[in-house]
């Protein structure tokens, strides 16, 4: 049996397209890639406890906040109001990313 190749559409009873089937090599190649991975602890904390995400990625990574403010460049106090902000803007969001050695948009969630 040949590997298809093209999408496959399947319809509904009206003949309205329903669903997409693809080739699983393709899936993989365009879906596989963007996904975001943020760990259980880190969602749990934020949820349950109500930390912030780069409060509980922190954390989850075993960093202190000095540790943090250090590899940002910036004191232990700017770094904490960081941790503390409800929404912090997007190039803090990077920079904190950056330092941690994750994705943006594990942090932003």
Do not use: C
Not at 86 to 108: C, E, N, S, W, Y
Request: net charge neutral.
């Amino acid at each position: 049996m040949s590997k298809p190749t093209d999408p496959q559409i399947i319809r509904d009873q009206h003949g309205n397209p329903a669903f997409v089937v693809i080739p699983y090599d393709e899936f993989v190649s365009r879906y596989e890639e963007k996904r975001v991975w943020i760990p259980n602890e880190v969602v749990e904390k934020t949820v349950m406890e109500g930390v912030s995400p780069i409060r509980a990625w922190r954390e989850h990574l075993g960093l202190t906040q000095e540790e943090t403010a250090r590899r940002l460049g910036v004191t232990q106090s700017a770094f904490a109001q960081m941790e503390r902000a409800k929404r912090p803007r997007k190039t803090t969001l990077q920079k904190v990313a950056q330092a941690l050695g994750i994705d943006v948009a594990q942090l932003d969630f």
